[in-house]
């Protein structure tokens, strides 16, 4: 089932990003500067246009001056709604955390709730992104090798979200009476961490995308009793 999702999202046709519909759509509503409207309207908007540009480009070099003119709004006007740079790009890590979190409970909801099904869909996730990367030059990720800076908001957000997944990882392991839950989770956070961490080319991860369902799968049968 998994591969053949893989294998369908892998043979799609390039798709300009949801997130950069959304920015544009938001951007054209009128000819000129944003008019103006509540503050939280206006955070979206700049949080989801960052999105698109992170689609085409590495995150390190944000430019605000350049995101001020993609969304029609001047840079004083973006630090006015941020407060600074930094709170910025933790409000765009924030963003990126909470759509995996959302796609970690949806991969619950698809398994029923049924642990091992469960831990084989959130790896269906990773590779389905994984295909889909193969057609963009980039995607937005939060991979903490990008940053060296080690208080980066960027690489603490995505520390944060591997100690959550590996939590929900360890109680889902625990849930289908794996006999040995800690060395399952630590092969499979280790699988995660080399899938996401952004730094390969688009045939490479087309490479992992093909594989990586049915590897895990093997991982996941090793520790549990089907």
Same mark, same amino acid.
């Given at each position: 089932?998994?591969?053949?999702?893989?294998?369908?999202?892998?043979?799609?046709?390039?798709?300009?990003?949801?997130?950069?519909?959304? #920015?544009?759509?938001?951007? !054209?509503?009128?000819?000129?500067?944003?008019?103006?409207?509540?503050?939280?309207?206006?955070?979206?908007?700049?949080?989801?246009?960052?999105?698109?540009?992170?689609?085409?480009?590495?995150?390190?070099?944000?430019?605000?001056?350049? $995101?001020?003119?993609?969304?029609?709004?001047?840079?004083?006007?973006?630090?006015?709604?941020?407060?600074?740079?930094?709170?910025? $790009?933790?409000?765009?890590?924030?963003? $990126?955390?909470?759509?995996? +979190?959302?796609?970690? !409970?949806?991969?619950?909801?698809?398994?029923?709730?049924?642990?091992?099904?469960? $831990?084989?869909?959130?790896?269906?996730?990773?590779?389905?992104?994984?295909?889909?990367?193969?057609?963009?030059?980039?995607?937005?990720?939060?991979?903490?090798?990008?940053?060296?800076?080690?208080?980066?908001?960027?690489?603490?957000?995505?520390?944060?979200?591997?100690?959550?997944?590996? #939590?929900?990882?360890? +109680?889902? #392991?625990?849930?289908?009476?794996?006999?040995?839950?800690?060395?399952?989770?630590?092969?499979?956070?280790?699988?995660?961490?080399?899938?996401?961490?952004?730094?390969?080319?688009?045939?490479?991860?087309?490479?992992?995308?093909? +594989?990586?369902?049915?590897?895990?799968?093997?991982?996941?049968?090793?520790?549990?009793?089907?």
């Amino acid at each position: 089932m998994w591969k053949a999702l893989v294998d369908e999202f892998a043979q799609q046709d390039e798709r300009e990003p949801d997130s950069l519909r959304v #920015a544009r759509s938001a951007i !054209r509503r009128k000819n000129g500067r944003l008019p103006e409207a509540p503050t939280d309207d206006l955070r979206n908007t700049i949080l989801e246009t960052a999105v698109a540009l992170f689609y085409r480009e590495p995150i390190e070099s944000l430019n605000l001056d350049r $995101l001020a003119d993609q969304t029609r709004l001047s840079k004083r006007h973006i630090y006015r709604i941020f407060g600074s740079r930094k709170a910025f $790009l933790q409000a765009y890590a924030e963003l $990126l955390c909470d759509r995996q +979190r959302a796609q970690w !409970r949806e991969a619950g909801h698809r398994s029923g709730e049924e642990p091992v099904q469960h $831990l084989l869909e959130l790896f269906i996730d990773v590779a389905v992104e994984l295909a889909s990367d193969s057609h963009q030059p980039r995607q937005p990720q939060l991979s903490p090798i990008q940053f060296s800076d080690e208080d980066h908001p960027v690489r603490l957000s995505r520390i944060e979200l591997g100690r959550e997944f590996r #939590a929900l990882l360890m +109680r889902l #392991a625990i849930a289908a009476h794996a006999v040995d839950a800690e060395a399952l989770v630590d092969t499979l956070m280790m699988l995660w961490e080399n899938a996401t961490s952004n730094a390969r080319s688009g045939s490479d991860s087309r490479r992992v995308a093909q +594989r990586l369902p049915t590897l895990v799968d093997h991982v996941i049968r090793s520790y549990v009793m089907l």
